[in-house]
């Protein structure tokens, strides 16, 4: 699975470099990044999110759905609790870019780099469990980071957002007995298919205004570390637990689907910083130069980090597999 995972990595990091000779020549301005990011988050990934639910209605998968959704609150709220405890609010000085910090090791981009990621590795159905994961993060994104950013929660924005409202509609369709025609069907997926390149190339574009200011260096690389190294040990000690847990007592009968399921919640987990702290910070005039800073770094380093732990997380689920 980690050449697989090594294999897309390539692929999509070759899109990204085109998005950055093209940001580079042309020279892409921040209004035109925030409308490419707006039509990705807003537009093009509520069609893929939906276009994941067009199958045959299967009791089995929406069991397994729900199952996806309780370890990614169990992760996610697992990381909120190291970003706490690491991350200390003491000094005023630094309070904006420690906020920036703990949304940053919080809240991975698992839409434009864990949905193409994803879909490259496992397919449609793995995008369909991938839901679960995109399902906890935006609801904690607007409760929890919200509230980090500007002392308040926005029950509205999780209600009216078009990836939740996608989720909603796509099991709707899930649970009825038929799929969509498919003079629906085909605008719908070739709308959702636009994800992996445009998310790309708005990588690319970002790191062509990638400039790493000296003041920022130790604070970046701290957090960096405990993004990509710190959170993934620890969630892999987590996915590894609920691993042997489900197979032991057969909460999940079928092994591959349980793996397949764990790997995805787990690379999600893994995804470098999401884009959606620069927005937050740009809303409530934090340092968003130094957030965009943090989305750029962990999208670099995460091409050697992701194979890493994916490799070792199947090592290590390889060796429980022995005992059942």
């Keep these: 699975m980690y050449i697989l995972v090594i294999k897309q990595l390539a692929v999509m990091a070759l899109i990204v470099l085109s998005g950055f000779i093209f940001a580079t020549i042309f020279k892409v301005q921040e209004n035109e990044q925030k409308f490419i990011s707006k039509m990705l988050l807003y537009f093009i990934n509520p069609f893929l999110v939906f276009s994941s639910f067009n199958m045959e209605f299967n009791p089995e998968k929406l069991k397994y759905l729900l199952f996806t959704i309780i370890v990614s609150f169990i992760i996610h709220f697992l990381v909120i609790f190291i970003s706490i405890v690491l991350i200390r609010l003491k000094n005023q000085d630094e309070h904006d870019y420690k906020i920036i910090d703990r949304l940053a090791v919080t809240f991975t981009n698992c839409g434009f780099v864990g949905i193409p990621l994803i879909r490259g590795v496992f397919g449609n159905e793995g995008v369909f469990y991938l839901m679960g994961y995109l399902i906890v993060f935006n ?139 620069p927005s937050l910070s740009c809303i409530f005039n934090k340092d968003a130069q130094y957030a965009s800073l943090i989305v750029c770094l962990t999208s670099l380093l995460c091409i050697v980090s992701i194979p890493l732990f994916v490799a070792l997380a199947e090592k290590i689920i390889d060796l429980i597999s022995v005992v059942f």
């Design 139 to 277: 609801v904690l994104l607007w409760t929890y980071g919200y509230y980090q950013m500007c002392g308040k929660t926005n029950i509205k924005k999780i209600l009216t957002n078009p990836n939740i409202i996608a989720v909603a509609l796509g099991l709707i369709v899930y649970v009825c007995p038929f799929t969509l025609p498919e003079l629906i069907s085909r605008p719908v997926d070739y709308i959702g298919d636009m994800n992996t390149p445009l998310a790309m190339i708005l990588v690319g574009i970002l790191f062509a205004d990638f400039r790493l200011s000296k003041k920022y260096i130790i604070r970046l690389l701290r957090v960096c570390s405990i993004r990509l190294i710190l959170v993934s040990v620890i969630n892999l000690l987590l996915i590894m637990f609920v691993y042997y847990i489900s197979a032991r007592f057969n909460i999940i009968n079928d092994l591959q689907i349980l793996k397949l399921m764990l790997f995805v919640v787990y690379i999600c987990s893994m995804c470098p910083c999401a884009t959606s702290i």
